[in-house]
T-cell receptor
Framework: QKEVEQDPGPLSVPEGAIVSLNCTYS??????FMWYRQYSRKGPELLMY????GNKEDGRFTAQVDKSSKYISLFIRDSQPSDSATYLC???????????FGTGTRLQVFP | DGGITQSPKYLFRKEGQNVTLSCEQN?????MYWYRQDPGQGLRLIYYSQIVNDFQKGDIAEGYSVSREKKESFPLTVTSAQKNPTAFYLC????????????FGDGTRLSIL
């Protein structure tokens, strides 16, 4: 079993839809959670960063962490064609320099 | 503008040849990382360095080598011992510490001739 599981998609939605992207994990020591957005032939770009459980909102993006269920989510409101990309979750535990990545979910937003 | 620069963007390797991928950062980050990205497999850690003149193997270090002579630079050599080098290579950097997010360059795509 992988430490971090992420549905690869592709997820195809119409413009304006609410998108929900999710990751599950098995290591209860993970405390720091990140979402990256990666456009084709580009490097991942940090989108959201949260510590421990709770919600964080930034514009159209909301990140949620549920440590009791070992489940994190990224919600995108009013999705746009420019949101079409691969979204990677990543997480790390205390006292380690390594990030563990999910395999990424490919999102397509059509006009 | 601060950032991470990877070069070249595309690279071709002949059989039996070593090739070196460049990674430079001007973010004043202490830690630097090399990942390999293959379709459907996510990012796999090759090597990382937390400080100048020191580096550690990641999960898939075989067939690769690195050096860290300067804080700003962390070149990766793909040696002829790496039998399946075709992939997208990503360099990242961060401040030291488990709470620090990593920031990425735009990658180098390596292919076999």
């Amino acid at each position: 079993q992988k430490e971090v599981e992420q549905d690869p998609g592709p997820l195809s939605v119409p413009e304006g839809a609410i998108v929900s992207l999710n990751c599950t994990y098995s290591n209860s020591a993970f405390q720091y959670f990140m979402w990256y957005r990666q456009y084709s032939r580009k490097g991942p770009e940090l989108l959201m960063y949260t510590y421990s459980s709770g919600n964080k909102e930034d514009g159209r993006f909301t990140a949620q962490v549920d440590k009791s269920s070992k489940y994190i989510s990224l919600f995108i409101r009013d999705s746009q064609p420019s949101d079409s990309a691969t979204y990677l979750c990543a997480m790390s535990a205390q006292n380690t320099d390594k990030l563990i990545f999910g395999t990424g979910t490919r999102l397509q937003v059509f006009p | 503008d601060g950032g991470i620069t990877q070069s070249p963007k595309y690279l071709f390797r002949k059989e039996g040849q070593n090739v070196t991928l460049s990674c430079e950062q001007n973010l004043n980050h202490d830690a630097m990382y090399w990942y390999r990205q293959d379709p459907g497999q996510g990012l796999r850690l090759i090597y990382y360095s937390q400080i100048v003149n020191d580096f550690q193997k990641g999960d898939i270090a075989e067939g690769y080598s690195v050096s860290r002579e300067k804080k700003e630079s962390f070149p990766l050599t793909v040696t002829s011992a790496q039998k399946n080098p075709t992939a997208f290579y990503l360099c990242a950097s961060s401040y030291r510490g488990s709470s620090q997010p990593q920031h990425f360059g735009d990658g180098t795509r390596l292919s076999i001739l």
